[in-house]
């Protein structure tokens, strides 16, 4: 599962955006919706990788048997989302560029897997090197 | 402030949606954006009213002194881009409906003011007696 946020990650960096991806799953495996960060190829700092795919899912009654996969540990606006919909397990690409709010997810019983996967590493490794600016925008960090 | 949101609750209630609205101001009172809960009218269950007021201001590089107005506590997905962004304030229409994060991020330094506001009870109180599915479907509770 973790390659389809992957994907969306690199489509991303090729749209000259920032590279995170995310996915949400149903329990079977059925995808119900991808997507990326949009800040920069949409001017909508709204749209996380997480949101993007929640988004894309449209409008779902039970999210409890859903799993969210993103290449990065999500921010707390996206642990947020998690949360409030009752998203029932998250597989985090990697938590070592950046840690968000997955601990917190864990305390309050959503099933959090991180992978620490070496290409998801690598792609923000790369991207805050070469944008930091960009980056401290879009997690409202002020140098 | 919380007239704009109210409007914006009013807008989205005519157009058939989820009566919430919000609007984010810069610290000398400028609208930074507004917009209401959109989830029937687009289908998009990633826009509640302060997303879409965030999204609605656009690329912004310090929320520090920025205001979030909504005319309902804030659910753990918009308290999260609360908390993310760096939003300094949040000012509450109501918390009577439905209680979401804003102690949450009171205890992590906003400035979170709570008023209790008659129309923004009403709207709530008649539009989930009314459509409690819709309601139910808007915070991920699963009947």
Known sequence: MLDVAVEE???????????????????????LGRGH???????????HAETAAFRAAGRQRD????VMVTTLSPCWYCSGL?????????LVGEARTFCGGHDWLAEHG?????LEDERCVGLMTDFIA??????????GEVP
């Open 110 to 114: 959503v099933d959090v897997t991180v």
């Open 63 to 66: 999210y409890r048997k859903t």
């Open 9 to 31: 990650a690199r489509a991303g960096l090729a749209e000259g955006g920032i590279p995170i991806g995310a996915a949400l799953f149903a329990s079977d495996g059925t995808l």
């Open 82 to 90: 998690v949360r409030q919909f009752g998203i029932g397990a998250v």
């Open 130 to 139: 070469a944008r930091p600016e960009l980056w401290f925008e879009d997690i």
């Open 37 to 47: 960060n949009r800040r920069v190829q949409d001017g909508d700092p709204s749209m």
